[in-house]
């Protein structure tokens, strides 16, 4: 008597077979134009075992999600790019060997655009940062582990443009500077420990100009007296 079962079931099994074939056969392909096409591995050239990428291309264009690996890793993807299909940009993530995030963030080509988000070893966060077309450009944001600001600057293509400052991790604000095209420019005004202003002064073209003014205890006091109780930090 014919089993119906084991006969479906041995079918199931060869088609399953032959589509995996088929489709191992059409890995790294291209279109009809020379562009590639489909989905593409490729292979670290000194260990044809480890591969550097796996992703899916569409007329040359990638789509959805691409693994990329270091040589040293096994299994776990050390970056990814997720490729948007309204645009060129793609959402890019680096990983640590155990596969935690410890980067992420957007990239046109490839340079970086828009906020930018990096990560301690256990996680917390580190740091935000803005680009524009590759550059630091706007807000940047340091982090100590406690979760409280190490550093709050304003970027303009690459470099410091604005208002600059320093805190301690107890959260306290050391340093309150000016920068033009990353220089030092304009008052600067520095604190110490419990927040209490402890000299001030103006910047010209990244050196210290003209008078400054050193507190102790919320006074003015001279500049020989505070050479001779603090130290002045050489800028």
Do not use: C
């Amino acid at each position: 008597m014919i089993n119906i079962k084991r006969i479906f079931s041995t079918a199931l099994l060869l088609s399953v077979f032959f589509i995996t074939a088929t489709q191992a056969q059409k890995i790294n392909q291209f279109d009809a134009n020379g562009n590639r096409h489909g989905v593409w591995k490729k292979y670290y050239d000194d260990n044809k075992n480890k591969i550097r990428y796996s992703g899916e291309f569409k007329n040359g264009k990638e789509v959805g999600i691409f693994n990329f690996y270091d040589p040293n890793s096994y299994g776990v993807p050390s970056m990814t790019k997720e490729f948007s299909a309204k645009s060129d940009s793609a959402f890019v993530q680096f990983f640590t060997p155990k596969g935690k995030v410890k980067t992420k963030g957007w990239m046109i080509g490839k340079k970086r655009v828009g906020k930018w988000t990096y990560y301690f070893s256990d996680g917390k966060l580190f740091s935000e940062e803005e680009y524009a077309d590759g550059k630091l450009d706007g807000v940047l944001k340091n982090y100590y582990r406690n979760g409280k600001l190490t550093e709050e600057s304003i970027y303009k293509d690459g470099k410091k443009n604005g208002l600059s400052k320093i805190f301690t991790e107890e959260g306290v604000m050391i340093e309150e500077v000016y920068y033009v095209d990353g220089k030092l420019e304009g008052e600067g005004r520095y604190y110490d420990l419990k927040g209490d202003l402890k000299e001030k002064g103006m910047y010209k073209n990244g050196k210290r100009d003209g008078k400054w003014q050193f507190y102790m205890d919320g006074e003015v006091v001279s500049d020989k007296r505070k050479r001779a109780v603090h130290s002045i930090p050489k800028n």
